[in-house]
DNA sequence: TATAAAAGTTAGATTAACCTAACAAAAATA
DNA sequence: TATTTTTGTTAGGTTAATCTAACTTTTATA
C-alpha cells in the first residue's frame, strides 16, 4: 500500500504530465516545486517510485508513469474530485473551499467507501471546478479542446488557454470577465454578424468570432474522449 | 496542531481513563497495550505529550489528561462518531465496518468540515453503537450506570456490565441472547409477577427481576450527565 | 566551442515514530 | 522482609520524509 507522500508524488506527476499533453513527462525540479519540496527530496522518492515500478526514471532523465502508477494516480484523482463534489453539493462547501480538504481526504484507504461514496452522489461526471472524475475502472476522460469560436449553441464550457498572448488582447479578455476555467455558457451566435452572446459568472457579454478564436476551451458537454493509454 | 499518532495516544488515554471512572489515570503498559506499541515507544510519547501540556505525567506514574488534552481527545472521539453515523446512515456500511474506516477520518483537519457533518446529519447524539456523539462545545454526556430492573418500560438501553460474575449467570446471559454493548428496548413489566418483558436483536424474552438487578445497563433515553471535569 | 546557467544528484543531518535489549523501580508474594 | 514479578525507563538503532551544502551533468548562450 502506498504512503500519503507516495501517492501525492504521482498524482503530481499525473498532472504535470497531464498539462503538456504531448510529452507525457516532467522533470525532477519541476515535480519538486509542485509538490513543495526540495529537488533533493524529490530525487530521492523518485529511485523509490522506480523501484516500486511506478514510475519511469533514470538518472538525469525526466519521470513518467508506468500503467501501474498511472492507475494509482487516477485512482487518488478520483478520490479527490469525488470528495470535492461531495463537500460542494451536501455540506455547502464553496467552490474555492474544497480543495485543501479533499488534499486530505483523498487518501483514506478504503475502496469500499469510495465506491460508496460515488453512488450516494449518484455517479457524477464533474467535480465542482467542472474537471472530470474517472470512473471507478480508472478510465478518465479528457474533454476535447477546441476554440470558442468552435463551441456549439447551448453547451458549457471552461477557458483553458489563449492562443493570442499579446497584451492588448489579454486585457480584452480580462475585460469581458473571462478568467481561467471559470465556466462559460455560449447563449447565442447572431445570423447577421455572427457575434457570439456568452454567459460568465451571471455576466452576459457578446464577442466577436475574431476573439472567440484566440479562447481555447473545453467542452463539458461535447462527446468526450478517453485519455488512458 | 496535533499529528494523527499524537491524537491517538490522547484518544486512548481518554477511553481508558473513562472506563474506570473512579480513577482517572492509566499505566504506560496499558496504554502502549491499546494502542498496539511497545511500552519503550509509550514512554516517548508520554514525555512529548508532557512538554506539550496536554497529560499529566511523572516518570513512574500514572499518566491522565490535562484539561487541554482532554479537549483535544473530545474532539477526537466527536469527529470518529459523527463519521461512524454518516457511514451508517448515509453509505448503507453496516454496524462492524464503520470503526475502521472512522479510525482514518477522525484526523482529517477542518472544523468547518465536522459542523457541517454534524449539521448534515441533523446534530445526532448517538453513533451507530449507542455511544454519545461529544457535543461541538466539547460537552461529552455520559447516561446514568443503572440496573435493568431499574430501567423505565418503553426506554433503549444497552448492557454495559454484569453485578454477578458466576459461570451460571454468565450462561444464562447468554441463553437470553443478551451481548455486551447491544441495544435493549424494554417492552413491559408484568404486574402480576413483575417480570420484565425485553426486546433484544429483533427477539423478545421475559426476565425476572432478580436476574434484572444483575444486569448493568446504560439508558439511551434517560436525562444524561454531562461530564466534563 | 568555451563558458555560464540551469537542472539534477549525492552526502550527511534532522525529526517523528517506531523497535529491541538491557536496566531500574515498584508492587506483589513467599 | 527478601525475593520475584510486573511495570516502567533508557540507550541505541531503524525507516520515511524532509532539509542544506557541495558536487556533477546537461543545456543554453556569448
Ligand atoms: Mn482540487
Ligand atoms: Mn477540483
Ligand atoms: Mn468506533
Ligand atoms: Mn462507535
Known amino acids: 500500500m ?15 504530465t497531464l498539462e503538456q499533453a504531448d510529452k507525457a513527462e516532467a ?10 519540496v526540495k529537488p533533493a527530496t524529490a530525487n530521492d522518492m523518485l ?15 525526466k519521470s513518467s508513469l508506468t500503467t501501474e502508477g498511472r492507475k494509482q494516480a487516477i485512482e487518488v484523482v478520483r478520490k479527490h474530485r469525488l470528495w470535492e463534489t461531495f463537500l460542494y453539493e451536501h455540506l455547502g462547501f464553496s467552490w474555492d473551499e474544497v480543495h485543501e480538504v ?6 483514506i484507504q478504503s475502496s469500499k467507501l469510495i465506491d460508496r461514496l460515488d453512488q450516494f452522489l449518484n455517479y457524477p461526471s464533474f467535480d465542482p471546478h467542472g474537471d472530470v472524475i474517472p470512473s ?16 456549439e449553441v447551448g453547451h458549457h464550457c ?8 499579446s497584451a492588448t488582447f489579454l486585457q480584452y479578455v480580462d475585460k469581458v470577465g473571462l478568467r481561467m476555467n471559470q465556466p462559460i455558457k455560449v447563449l447565442s451566435r ?33 462527446e468526450l474522449q478517453k485519455n488512458n493509454s
Chains 1, 2 share one sequence.
Open 102 to 107: 479533499a488534499e486530505q481526504l483523498e487518501h
Open 47 to 61: 529511485k523509490k517510485l522506480r523501484e516500486k515500478q511506478l514510475i519511469n526514471y533514470e538518472k538525469y532523465g
Open 158 to 165: 471552461k477557458m483553458v488557454g489563449v492562443k493570442d498572448n
Open 190 to 222: 447572431q445570423p447577421y454578424d455572427e457575434l457570439i452572446e456568452i454567459e460568465v459568472n451571471g455576466q452576459k457579454s457578446s464577442v466577436s468570432p475574431r476573439f472567440a478564436e484566440n479562447i481555447v476551451i473545453v467542452c463539458n458537454d461535447c
Open 136 to 151: 471507478a475502472s480508472g478510465e478518465m476522460k479528457i474533454p476535447a479542446k477546441k476554440t470558442l469560436n468552435e463551441e
Open 27 to 36: 522533470g525532477t525540479n519541476e515535480l519538486a516545486a509542485q509538490l513543495g
Open 2 to 16: 502506498l504512503s500519503t507522500t507516495e501517492e501525492n508524488y504521482l498524482k503530481a506527476l499525473l498532472q504535470l
